[in-house]
């Protein structure tokens, strides 16, 4: 049996309860984390480890983006009341509030010269060097971000944090904790409860951290389904 064939026997087998692999769960390989993750619809309001927590926030925070600008920022709720107001504010979805962890993602409003000018500042420090084609890159971003229109800028941010939250919901598969994954909420009342707009910034993305409730998750034992590699991956020689 290959590993695929094994991966494939245990999903169909036994579905994805936390815990339940043959193999100890430590040995588990990156396709088989991405077999047993999927987006929890109901979690058990366990804590999940402050060092696992600090993994993944750190996997987040090394993710890559656009010219390296990191135009977003990730905060982190845990405060009850908080979460229970981001609820309403999610349509009542139960995971945001009982998560161990709430990520909002929030990017830029728009992209301005401080914003730009800082982070290029902090590269030529922490590599200890200021190079001609640096600053004429530095100046071409100048040139073009600030003018645009600031629906532009804050959609071009938004991307990015989009793959900061790829990078997340593997680096939560890899800890052994479930995630939901959520565009549907109100990024007005988000940004509202959270004061946002006052920093600069908007709601993008919800993540709540957790566990699984095998007790009121409907699609906990649900085959995952996704397109064969013959539909999904073409290649062009």
Known sequence: MNGREHVFEIVVSTGRLRNNFTKNNSDMNVVERMEWRYAVKAMNGEKVSDEKIERILEAIRLSPSS??????????VTNAELKSQLRVAAHNQSQVEDCSHLLVFAA????????INKWFDLVNEV????????ENYRNSILKSYPPRPADVNFEHAS???YIALGIAMLAAAMEEVDCTPMEGFIPAEVDRILGLEAKGLKSVLLLPLGYRN???DYLINAKKVRKSMSDFVHEVK
């Open 67 to 76: 010219s390296g600008l990191q135009p977003y920022e990730l905060l982190v």
């Open 108 to 115: 830029w409003d728009t992209y301005t010269e401080e914003r």
């Open 127 to 134: 590599r200890g060097v200021k190079s001609e084609g640096w």
């Open 159 to 161: 991307k990015q944090a």
């Open 214 to 216: 095998p007790e009121k």
